[in-house]
């Protein structure tokens, strides 16, 4: 019996996207569906994404969710091919920000949202005609974390995983809403740690609900998965994750090594290779245009490509920038990110006070990032924390040599080097410990050191491009945790076309279910 494995996120890109979780489900489902693993996604159906799916076909109405009713639309992504079905509730849905509205505040209903989308998961699970039944639900981050609970109310065989990207964010609400969506009065007193309920500091947690009631509960890197049972790390849920460690695990994400191919990418300004690197000087010179910095070929660039919070450090990094300028006064900064809006004009006002050394984006956009990673010399990405990370392995893979905190994914993915052993060995970047301005500066100036050795450079970009940051060692460890939970077994054939369209068939989901 061929293994089938359904994904359930808030996003996935192409369709949304809001940070790092829609790029790794996305990839990870192609790259798992590769390898011979039947793989689909279940996602909301925004506006922008059943316009990208050119409307798909309805094939099931459920009734009786924690929102009202719905309809699930089949279609594929359009890149991949990769089965996806969008959960349409227009009412819930049909926004312009994903979780946010225009003002930056949190949409008053994203518990009943997001209980919607879990609840539609669990009625797959159970059985839905037209649809066929997972073995396995992997649900993602805070958003799907009912999933597995919703899966055990419903009675249903299908095994459970759930992934923490980002325990920061948890989806905790007052628990009185809890009887609004279906979860039983027992599951919301407070309770023991062993207990199985999502009580958390007298809210109901989404986060802690995926977390006690999934039969497996992975992060996204090995190190994460220890450090959140720390205090430091571990936002006061490490006493939840102590309850469950024997069923806790880490498994670093990879990425899409074909979208994120310098000399393949069609969205930079050369193509190059780590056998001929010539092309990512045509790309230092374009980035240089794009973010008005002074065309100077030898002068050391340093990208910024994340989100503007304190969790990303960007208040630590703008105080750092101006000494590193003093310092050196080659070095040159290009910032792209958007987040908190006083580190925004932060980082705005460096640019004015620094012009032709310091260039400022605010925003997100596809084509300036990999235009960031393709012309950079250097990538900066501090981080109080950081789950697992995708911007330094995008750097790494165009041969722009990370520069951040030993935290985390960035700790698993890059190997430090350290001057004082007078070689680069497997080196691929250089990472610091503290969360201080003198920690940013020290690291940098580790690696501008290295930056003026042009034999020692040129092996860490080798190094740094020759990584394997691919999905093929993830894929296979998530297939062997899935294989652990069921009988089925991955398909000994290899897929990568896109499947024809299903048949057009539409199921009230009233009149009738699978019998299994």
């Known amino acids: 019996m061929p293994l089938n494995i359904l994904m359930v996120a808030s996003e996935a890109v192409p369709l949304a996207k809001s940070g790092g979780l829609g790029d790794m489900v996305s990839a990870y489902s192609a ?21 990208q799916i050119g409307g798909g076909t309805p094939v099931a109405r459920l009734s009786g969710l924690p929102g009202g009713d719905g309809v699930l639309i089949r279609a594929h992504m359009p890149d991949t091919g990769v089965p996806v079905l969008l959960l349409r509730m227009d009412h819930l849905f049909a926004r312009d920000g994903l979780y946010r509205d225009e003002n930056g505040r949190d949409y008053i209903d994203n518990l009943v949202r ?84 999502i009580e958390f500091y007298d809210t109901l947690s989404l986060m802690k609900a995926g977390i006690v009631h999934a039969d497996r ?77 002074a065309r100077e070929p030898f002068a050391p660039l340093v990208a910024i490509g994340s989100r503007l919070t304190e969790q990303k450090m960007a208040d630590v990094v703008a105080d750092a920038i101006p000494h590193l300028l003093s310092r050196d006064s080659r070095v040159q900064f290009a910032i792209l990110g958007q987040g908190e809006a006083h580190l925004e004009q932060q980082m705005r006002a460096l640019a004015a006070q620094w012009p032709g050394r310091v260039g400022v984006k605010i925003g997100y956009d596809e084509t300036a990032a990999h235009g960031l990673h393709a012309g950079a010399d250097m990538l900066l990405h501090a981080s109080r924390f950081e789950p697992c990370g995708l911007t330094q392995l995008y750097a790494m893979r165009y041969g722009t040599v990370p520069v951040a905190s030993r935290v985390g994914g960035l700790a698993d993915t890059i190997s430090d080097y350290s001057l004082d052993l007078g070689r680069s060995g497997a080196a691929t970047g250089f990472l610091f410990e503290r969360e201080t301005v003198d ?24 190094n740094a491009m020759q990584r394997d940051s691919s999905w093929a060692v993830p894929v296979a460890r998530y297939t062997k945790l899935y294989t652990s939970l069921t009988d089925a077994r991955p398909a000994t054939t290899r897929r990568r076309k896109v499947d024809a369209p299903d048949t057009p068939t539409f199921v009230d989901e009233r009149a009738a279910m699978a019998a299994g």
């Open 439 to 462: 920690g940013v500066i020290g690291a940098m100036e580790r690696s501008l050191a290295a930056f003026g050795n042009p034999s020692l450079w040129h092996a860490l970009q080798r």
């Open 217 to 293: 509960v992975t992060t996204v890197s090995e190190r994460y998965a220890r450090e959140i049972l720390t205090e430091r790390f571990g936002h006061r849920m490490e006493g939840v994750l102590h309850s469950v460690a024997s069923r806790l695990s880490g498994i670093t994400n990879g990425i899409n090594t074909a979208a994120w191919n310098p000399a393949t990418d069609p969205l930079i300004a050369r193509s190059y290779s780590v056998e001929n690197v010539a092309g990512k000087h045509a790309c230092k010179r374009e980035l240089q245009r794009a973010f008005g910095l």
């Open 114 to 197: 997001f209980a919607s989308l879990a609840a539609a998961a669990a009625r797959i699970a159970q059985g839905v005609r037209g649809i066929k039944r997972p073995d396995v639900v992997h649900a993602h981050d805070w958003h799907a974390g009912l999933t597995p609970l919703f899966m055990k109310l419903a009675g249903v065989k299908a095994r459970s995983v759930f992934t923490i990207h980002n325990l920061a964010f948890q989806g905790n609400y007052p628990r009185a809403m809890g009887g609004w969506i279906g979860v039983p009065p027992e599951l919301l007193v407070p309770a023991p740690l062993d207990d199985r309920s």
């Open 31 to 51: 790259a798992l569906r590769d390898s011979g693993v039947e793989t689909s996604i279940l996602m909301p159906a925004y506006p922008a994404a059943l316009e």
